[in-house]
């Protein structure tokens, strides 16, 4: 395993910087008063940029702005073709500009591999929506027996407030502006402050393509300052919001005392259970993959390996493995795999958590801290109970928990003993155990021997229990954006 983590100051020097200012209104300007803070590299722990620190006054303009979008008709009235037109090139110039997004969500977040494939197709996949989006016609007589025409239209639902996190923002942030444009909504986005720069950099994208003013707005601050007068806002008719439990179950308690729609994308714990019949040589890569792919800081990563006692040793030991030979280090080298965690905040909670582990648990492999700049850490696993902090508690970073069953519904139960409910993945030869326990995990996503390379945009994304409410992506994700309205005339 890596010991000492070799940083390049050189490769981060000319790297293309969005704008830095709000975006209102279809222009860039600097927040009311005239505010901004540090973002910082976390891998060099330097300040990379000064960015606009908005507040309510600029929350209000931003509303004032998608307002304007969608009631004055310049968004909302588009046709869809016209919409699908607008998405469709911002999916182009992100692909154009594929290597410069690539390098600014990577040098923001500490990550390999942070390029914008994800985003590209998720706005793609809703630029198809746009046009397919229609109501119904009824067949129902009045009250007297006389012919009406009676229909359902399906109408955006208005102004959409997205908030996202830190640890994809692009992706995070395309799921929600994508389905909220093509259904003609008109978008006020609020990016995590660790990592605003690629959304600010898809605004200016979004410029270049041609939307009209107000239909996408940017308002960088802290959460909040920017975030919390978003979701009160009163001309904001949804939100949506992904980011920790905590935070959400505030929002949406906010959003629905003020009748607002609300979608909630939130924390995990999610389990992957490993059945003895399952084809270990092939999966245990997986497995390990599972948690420490972006240092752990991915919402339906499975951090609980459940495994049926007559393969406890060998997956332990084949998981232990592949963790020992993760090259952690610096995002911009090739052979990287994980980098750095997102900050200094981060870094001590998840040592928290690790100091925790070591005192409830059996520490495996791992727990320490690489090198003295940036917060690198070692891939790291426990062995341990189920019912423990670190085996209940979302802990964002790479840590794993090996926790022993002895049959099917033991199992299942374990599985579902926290209160999450986001993602699991099940390893079986069986056919039947892999169907029934898809039936009885409760969560929004089961994989079973791996699957598709989701969330994908063509499937609903979203948790069960304390992981959220509402479902992302999909056509669920254009339902999510849209209401019906009724309206019968007297022929
Ligand atoms: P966070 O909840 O701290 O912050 C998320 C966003 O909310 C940020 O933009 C932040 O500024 C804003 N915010 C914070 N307090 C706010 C408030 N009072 N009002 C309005 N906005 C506020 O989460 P994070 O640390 O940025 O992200 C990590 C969390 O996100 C983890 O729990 C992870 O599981 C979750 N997540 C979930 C999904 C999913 O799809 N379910 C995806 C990615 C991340």
Redesign the pocket.
């Known amino acids: 395993m890596t010991t000492a983590v070799e940083i390049d100051f050189d490769i981060r020097v000319g790297i293309a910087l969005p704008p830095t200012d709000l975006l209102v209104g279809g222009e860039w300007q600097p927040a009311a008063v005239g505010e901004r803070f540090e973002v910082i590299d976390p891998v060099t722990e330097r300040v990379i940029a000064h960015v606009a620190r908005g507040r309510e006054a600029d929350v209000q303009r931003a509303v004032a702005a998608a307002r304007a979008a969608v009631d004055g008709g310049a968004w909302s009235r588009l046709s869809g073709v016209e919409r699908g037109r607008l998405l469709f090139r911002l999916a182009d110039l992100m692909e154009r500009d594929f290597a410069q997004l690539t390098q600014v969500e990577t040098l923001d977040i500490g990550q390999p591999l942070k390029n914008p494939s994800a985003a590209i197709a998720t706005l793609r996949y809703f630029a198809g929506w746009a046009d397919k989006i229609d109501g119904r016609h009824v067949v129902l007589p009045d009250s007297n027996g006389r012919p009406t025409h009676t229909y359902v239209r399906r109408e955006p639902i208005g102004v959409v407030a997205a ?6 923002p692009l992706m ?1 942030g395309a ?1 929600k502006i994508a389905p909220a444009l093509a259904a003609g909504c008109s978008v006020v986005i ?5 990592a605003p720069l690629s959304t600010l950099y898809l605004g200016a994208l979004a410029l270049e393509a041609g939307f009209p003013p107000g239909a996408i707005n940017i308002v960088p ?4 300052e ?3 007068p ?2 009160t806002a009163p001309g904001v008719d949804k939100v949506t ?8 179950r ?2 949406g308690a ?1 959003a629905s005392g003020l009748l607002k729609a609300v979608t909630l ?4 714990k999610s389990p992957q259970v490993v059945f003895a019949d399952a084809d270990l040589e092939r999966h245990i890569p997986m497995m390990a993959r599972q948690f420490y792919l972006n240092s752990g ?4 990563a499975g951090t609980r390996l459940l495994v049926e006692r007559p393969v406890l040793d060998q997956v332990i030991e084949g998981v232990a493995r592949q963790l020992e030979q993760v090259r952690v280090g610096d995002p911009f080298k090739p052979d990287t795999q994980i980098g750095s965690l997102i900050s200094r905040r ?1 870094f001590e909670r998840v040592s928290g958590y690790i100091d925790r582990g070591r005192a409830e648990a059996t520490l495996v492999t791992g727990g320490n801290r690489l090198g003295d700049t940036g917060f690198f850490l070692q891939p790291t696993l426990f062995t341990g109970t189920n019912d423990i902090t670190i085996g209940q508690e ?1 802990i ?1 970073g790479p840590v794993g928990l090996v926790v022993p069953f002895d049959s099917y519904e033991e199992a299942i139960r374990l599985a579902n003993d926290t209160p999450y409910g ?1 993602a699991s993945v099940v390893y079986t030869a069986n056919l039947g155990t892999a169907h029934r326990a898809a039936a009885d995990i409760r969560a929004g996503l089961v994989r079973v021997n791996g699957g598709a390379g989701v ?1 994908a945009p063509q499937v609903p ?3 069960m229990k304390s ?2 409410l509402g479902r ?1 992506l999909s056509y669920a994700g254009i339902e999510a954006c849209t209401v019906e309205k009724t309206v019968s005339l007297e022929l």
């Open positions: 908030i996202t996190p830190w640890n994809s995070t799921w609020k990016p995590p402050e660790d601050g802290l959460g909040t920017a975030g919390a978003l979701v919001f992904t980011g920790s439990t905590a935070v959400g505030q929002i906010q994308e939130l924390g995990g800081q991915v919402c339906a981060q979302e964002f986001l969330p994304f979203g948790g992981s959220g992302e």
